[in-house]
């Protein structure tokens, strides 16, 4: 194992460049390192200028998602001992707008987030006193796996639709619209469908499938989106045989 | 200066601030709450619990059991009415979760699940797998975003607290994204910042939790309470200082000293069974088990590896199955970041700072002295926790005072006219400081880091899981020589976009004055009760320490202490007693 490796690091600081360059610091190799631990010691010993977006260091807050040596990654889960001998190559997550460094702006998936309506939906709430609306294990299974998102934004970075089209509503967004459809005590599906359907979304996504390849909480977003084609399309096909059934 | 003005602003994204926020949309419709974060709401730290959260929801539980666990676990230093309010909205609470779609984990027929917990004689841990306070925080911030009433400031930096004719009126932050000082007046706040673990150098902690809070507060002339009570959980992995659950004990796994042997049964916790019996062995308080390593650690029976002494946690005998649907994020973080197999291997663990029982003092409504300042959470202490906060309580604590704290605050907020006059010019006096103070201030000679990791080591060293008189007299005088030379700061950044070089500065600056208060705290109490041991006082003294500490800051910054009585209602001070 060397004794260091050379991280190079996309900077960018608008207050004094039109454009990112790329430092390089020699930073000690160490094998329990993850690639946001040489950010902290450049931060800590380094350069103090240098800024990112961290905080969990266990892969549940979303913060450090950044792209190393070209692959969106969670910085805290990812080992420099996977890149030796080096260089290591540090990037902002692709197609968001760059505020600083390796921090992107997330406005537009926040925006897009409340869109999907991410929250439980019924004609009548019951009262807390009434207790539990009952689940059981099975309809948890069902949509558990796109309740694990942690909103880590690399299925987007990862999207090529998203890339070429920013108004695609996006990856995380459309799994978590399907947590909520496929959640027993939910009855807003009909109406997340028409705001997927109004973003002409999902009809964009060819199945690519990057979004899951880098999903750290495999949640397998392309799988809800195809689920969702599937459930569009039936609906869609209904409307013109059956117009009065979506109504 | 910008100015924004709302009725309700409340500092902090976590669970207790998004249910504060949602309580005062709920309560008063009409009034225009606000929820300030320095970090995008799901990334809160509340999303790092992991084990569950407790309320009584089966036939065979109730609430004075749910009470006197929580009393005797606190060693009697909880207030009783707090407790007993806290178990009684506790289900409710949680329902209300469940309605909102919190996917906790259920029995077959479809009705919640239960898992037993530390020092809980009586199942009542609701969990979602090992991933509760994810699924919390995330259900509550999507259910926020339901609500036309709530407005978010999210990424910005809060550094003062409005206070005028003794009323809080709103903050002074800093929007990360353009360095902007903004001006944010309000007719009340409420505190939800969380604890402050990163004042330690060993904790589960995520980087944020600099007790920002605590520290706004006890600027603005509000008392810190029972700041010296800082919970060691016993199961951190050596280096990260990740944690691995308390529901992998609750769940059957074993505790090991490096003979193999259940160490826990030497220690007055009971006596070893195959299946895991409540408030006994693994699952005793985490305060008591904290200490055994120690002890364990003293008589040369741990084991020993390049970040330290450690012990083993074993749960191969729990089978694959079980993890993996139980506990699947324990097998996660060890493949992650061990690179062990907890179904095949045991997993290294050793005691790591995990959560502050005190905190901001407040009333049973979350009101703290400074008249319409309110706080919650782990920034606050009501006191239910007492000298150690039970596991699987905080998450509920956070719901049920998150929401009394929004309610106290609507209602105040209600009735409060225009703001004083003088905001402005307190606001551009903090705008100066921050400008020529930091960003414009050229020379200095100290580091960041340098500082904190002296910080963290006078911390380790004085204010761990033993302390003595000697160590924390001396403590305290490093302390305020650190902050001295926290004057000389040198910075590399003084642009204005997204400058977290000041933002680490401002929060080291909060967290040397948390830790000295905790330093002040445990110097004074001279007894040891719950997480606060003191080798040089070895016995509970409720003739002198039956009683809450206050720290206020006094003339000369330095923490003045003074107590105020605990309150009794019906669980008189008895002998903490666990294993039989």
């Not at chain 2, 009333?363 to 906060?389: F, K, M, Q, W």
């Not at chain 2, 642009?495 to 445990?522: G, K, R």
């Amino acid at each position: 194992m060397p004794s260091s490796v050379a991280l190079t690091v996309s900077r960018y600081r608008p207050e004094r460049e039109s454009e990112p360059t790329f430092q390089t610091y020699e930073i000690p190799f160490r094998k329990d390192w993850v690639v946001l631990d040489a950010l902290n010691h450049v931060k800590d010993s380094l350069d103090g200028s240098l800024s990112f977006r961290w905080s969990c260091r266990m892969g549940v807050c979303g913060s450090c998602g950044m792209k190393v040596n070209g692959t969106p990654k969670l910085t805290c889960a990812t080992f420099l001992a996977d890149y030796v001998p080096g260089p290591i190559r540090v990037e902002p997550l692709d197609y968001f707008p760059v505020v600083r460094d390796l921090v992107v702006d997330l406005t537009d998936f926040m925006r897009k987030l409340k869109q999907v309506k991410p929250w439980i939906i019924r004609k009548e709430e019951k009262a807390p006193g009434d207790g539990e609306y009952l689940q059981t294990p099975d309809q948890l299974d069902t949509y558990k796996q796109f309740s694990m998102c942690i909103n880590c934004m690399l299925c987007y970075s990862a999207c090529p639709i998203y890339g070429l089209e920013p108004s695609f509503i996006g990856p995380a967004a459309i799994a978590l619209a399907q947590r909520y459809n496929m959640d027993s005590r939910d009855e807003g599906a009909a109406e997340r469908l028409k705001i997927l359907s109004e973003h002409d979304g999902i009809w964009q996504c060819t199945f690519v499938g990057e979004c899951t390849k880098v999903c750290p909480k495999h949640v397998d977003p392309a799988g809800a989106i195809q689920q969702y084609k599937l459930t569009g399309a039936t609906n869609w096909v209904k409307s013109l045989l059956l117009p009065w059934s979506t109504r | 200066m910008d100015l924004f003005t709302c009725d309700v602003l409340v500092v902090g994204g976590g669970g207790a601030g998004l249910r504060a926020a949602i309580a005062v949309a709920e309560t008063h419709p009409k009034l225009r709450v606000s929820v300030i974060s320095k970090v995008y709401p799901m990334r809160s730290h509340t999303v790092s619990a992991e084990g569950g959260a407790a309320a009584v929801i089966k036939a065979e539980d109730s609430l004075d059991e749910h009470a006197y666990d929580t009393i005797s676990g606190g060693d009697w230093l909880t207030d009783q009415d707090a407790v007993e309010a806290f178990v009684r909205e506790a289900p409710e609470e949680m329902l209300r979760l469940e309605h909102w779609g919190c996917p906790w984990s259920r029995e077959p027929d479809g009705h919640i699940a239960v898992r037993p917990f530390g020092g809980m004689k009586i199942e009542r841990t609701w969990f979602a797998a090992d991933k509760t306070g994810f699924h919390l925080l995330h259900t509550l911030f999507q259910t926020t975003l339901k609500y036309q009433a709530i407005e978010r400031f999210d990424e910005f930096f809060v550094t003062k607290l409005l206070v005028d004719e003794g009323r809080c009126q709103g903050v002074v932050a800093i929007e990360l994204s353009t360095g902007q000082i903004r001006t944010i007046i309000a007719k009340a706040v409420i505190l939800c910042t969380g604890g402050c673990g990163k004042v330690f150098p060993f904790t589960t902690n995520a980087n944020i939790k600099n007790g920002d809070g605590m520290a706004l507060a006890y600027r603005a002339g509000a008392p810190l309470k029972d700041m010296e009570f800082v919970q060691y959980h016993p199961t951190g992995l050596p280096f990260t200082g990740i944690l691995i659950t308390e529901a992998a004990r609750a769940e059957g796994g074993w505790l090991l000293n490096k003979d193999g042997y259940r160490y826990l049964q030497d220690y007055d916790l009971g006596k070893p069974t195959p299946k895991p019996v409540l408030r006994s062995m693994e699952l005793g308080p985490r305060d008591r088990l904290s200490q055994c390593f120690v002890k364990e650690q003293e008589k040369g029976r741990t084991l020993e590896g390049p970040y330290g002494h450690y012990v083993h946690l074993d749960i191969r005998h729990l089978g694959e199955k079980l993890i993996d649907r139980k506990i699947p994020f324990v097998r996660e973080l060890c493949l992650k970041y061990v690179g062990i197999d907890p179904v095949k291997e045991m997993i290294p663990v050793r005691p790591v700072v995990h959560y502050m029982m005190g905190g901001i003092h407040t009333d049973i409504h979350g009101a703290t002295p400074v008249r319409g300042l309110y706080a919650a959470g782990e920034a606050a202490c009501v006191s239910i926790n007492g000298a150690n906060r039970l596991g699987s309580n905080s998450l509920t604590e956070i719901l049920v005072f998150g929401a009394r704290a929004g309610r106290a605050a609507a209602a105040f907020a209600a009735e409060q006219a225009g703001a004083s006059s003088s905001l402005a010019a307190q606001a551009g006096d903090e705008q100066r400081r921050l400008e020529e103070g930091f960003l414009r201030k050229n020379g200095g000679s100290e580091r960041i880091a340098m500082l904190r990791a002296e910080m963290h080591q006078i911390m380790e060293e004085s204010a761990g899981i033993y302390r003595t008189e000697t160590a924390l007299k001396e403590a305290t005088g490093k302390l305020k020589r650190l902050q001295e030379r926290f004057q000389d700061l040198s910075l590399d950044d003084h642009s204005h976009t997204f400058n977290t070089e000041l933002t680490a500065a401002l929060e080291l600056s909060y967290m040397l004055d948390v830790a000295q208060t905790i330093l002040h705290s445990a110097l004074e109490r001279r007894e040891s009760r719950g997480s606060h041991q003191r080798t040089d006082y070895p016995q509970r003294d409720d003739e002198r320490f039956l009683a809450h500490s206050l720290a206020y800051r006094a003339e000369d910054d330095s923490p003045r202490i003074e107590y105020r009585p605990v309150t009794i209602t019906r669980w008189p001070p008895g002998k903490r007693v666990y294993g039989r």
